[in-house]
């Protein structure tokens, strides 16, 4: 089915590997150059040690994130749920820095030449590059939620959909919710980041409400026509866990909110929650968004699949959960991190001149906590198609857990512990 | 079944054998699709729960993929994976994993 002939190479110019960059000189056979990774999430961090480990130290590489240390959307939901606290979930990029040699800086990029080949930065002022990589993630587009447009609302209706002070104040609301209260939890429209991740979060609310406040109540209100992952392993789990604590609704997207009263606007129908938790549409970071490179469904940055490099910007990389996602491929993590493998591979050909990979290779595994204990996943492999010129995923290959099961409990926590560490240790 | 499991073995040693990839960092790019639940370069975190891969032998490794593969191996999810990838693109895995010290 899928061949291994090396046919059709893309030709690339050796240009950006003899530009001089900002570090100087190449060492030994080995290209440098100077790599500035944007967004230092599951995406830019892994692209950034890869880039050290494989080159050797030959190429420079700096990583611009705008907080000061990594926080895990993966396993944040147990945070939320009570089961895990953020140490478990906070990474330092000490070692990034350290043992990498990667130059760490605390800033935000508020533009990019992609011409002159330098970004601006808010505090350090310019800076160039011979190849740059956006990792932004997502941001949300409150104005599709107008209730929300504003920086109070949103300090009360929360998304809690990028780890960090969000993941505490959402598990604050819950231990603050009466006995009898109601959560509710709203899905955007896909794509959105982490299919699973809100019916998780159903789950592992339920499974603290079911033990300390087991009069109260989740409603999900999602805008999809139906449950967008693992649907028999979900529903079965709030069957047979939370019945009568989970209710779910499809077709159901809120269109507003009124902060006020903690109530969501739906097409033909209002809903107040206690606690009311709006995870709004969202599109790539406003960095990738807002540059020139090209969008696809005016959100999502369109790649090329053997290099992630911009379809109308060379020299420009993009990962994760910004990109306009190949068939069948979620925003996750997992794939965030394999985005930036097969970057950091592409780069360094690019930059020493060579051919390209032409058949990539990327798979993917989301895990899913039902309860503090139990797990269920859903897994692909996703190859490069001349034809098609995507990574599609293999036939016969990937797919769900048979049953939650208490085994993938603890594999799901290895997992985190080895991507965590393969991006960053 | 194990007649199957032996040729397929089989198959993928010998497709191991011939695949002298023009690009030199095939092997190592494929593998580094594995490396999210068994480590950078195959080094799992030390008790972590998930099996290292880094100085297996490669017959060793195919074997055990060629058993994940054919349901001879019980799994959680390397049945799944397994699949996902061609004989050569196995055995350039193991070849990769197999130099690790």
Known sequence: ?425 | MKVFTSTFVAALLLAAGTAHAADPNLGRNLAATCANCHGTNGKAVKGSGIDSLAGESKEKLLQKLADFRSGDKPASIMHQIAKGYTNEQLGLIAEYFAAQK
């Not at chain 1, 440098?32 to 944007?38: F, I, N, Q, W």
């Not at chain 1, 529903?235 to 009263?261: F, M």
């Not at chain 1, 969202?282 to 540059?291: L, P």
């Not at chain 1, 994760?320 to 069948?328: E, N, R």
Request: net charge positive; glycine share 8%; charged share 20%.
């Open chain 1, 1 to 425: 089915m899928f061949q291994m002939k090396r046919r059709d190479f893309l030709k690339v110019g050796a240009a950006a590997g003899a530009m001089a960059s900002m570090y100087g000189c190449a060492v030994g056979n080995k290209a440098g150059g100077h790599v500035v990774v944007v967004g230092g999430g599951f995406g830019g961090a892994t692209v950034a040690k890869y880039l050290r480990m494989w080159s050797e130290g030959a190429v420079q590489v700096t990583l611009i994130e705008r907080n000061p240390t990594f926080i895990s959307c993966p396993i944040s939901n147990l945070v939320i749920g009570g089961v895990k606290d953020m140490a478990d979930i906070t990474i330092s990029y000490e070692n990034l820095k350290n043992h990498w040699g990667v130059r760490v800086i605390q800033d935000e990029v508020t533009g990019l030449d992609a011409v002159k080949h330098t970004i601006k930065l808010a505090k350090g002022g310019d800076m160039s590059y011979d190849r740059l990589v956006l990792s932004p993630g997502v941001d949300f587009m409150f104005d599709q939620v107008p209730g929300l447009n504003n920086a109070d609302a949103q300090s009360k209706v929360l998304h809690a959909w990028k780890a960090g002070p969000q993941t505490v104040a959402l598990r604050q609301q819950l231990e603050a919710m009466k006995d009898g209260g109601v959560y509710a939890i709203s899905i955007p429209k896909a794509p959105y980041r982490c299919p699973p991740g809100p019916y998780e979060r159903a789950c592992l609310v339920a499974n603290y409400l079911k033990k300390h406040k087991p009069k109260s109540k989740v409603v999900i209100l999602d805008a999809n026509e139906d449950v967008q992952s693992k649907k028999p392993l979900f529903t079965k789990a709030w069957n047979d866990l939370y019945k009568g604590l989970i209710e779910y609704r499809n077709n159901s997207e809120v269109k507003d909110v009124e902060v006020a009263s903690n109530t969501a606007i739906l097409e033909f129908d209002k809903f107040k929650a206690d606690v009311l938790n709006v995870i709004p549409p969202h599109q790539a970071g406003s960095i990738a968004a807002k540059s020139g490179l090209k969008l696809v469904n005016n959100r999502w940055v369109d790649i090329n699949w053997q290099s992630m490099e911009s379809t109308n910007t060379p020299g420009i990389h993009v990962l994760g959960d910004a990109v306009f996602p190949a068939p069948t491929m979620p925003k996750s993590g997992h794939m965030a991190n394999q985005h930036g493998k097969l970057a950091a591979a592409a780069i360094l050909n690019l930059l020493a001149g060579q051919e390209i990979n032409p058949t990539p290779v990327v798979m993917n595994t989301c895990y899913s906590f039902v309860d503090e204990k139990n797990v269920i996943h859903v897994a692909s492999v996703h190859q490069y198609d001349e034809k098609t010129k995507l990574v599609q995923p293999v036939k016969g290959a990937g797919g769900v857990s048979v049953a939650r099961n208490e085994l993938e409990g603890k594999v799901a926590m290895a997992w985190a512990k080895n991507i965590w560490a393969d991006m960053l240790a």
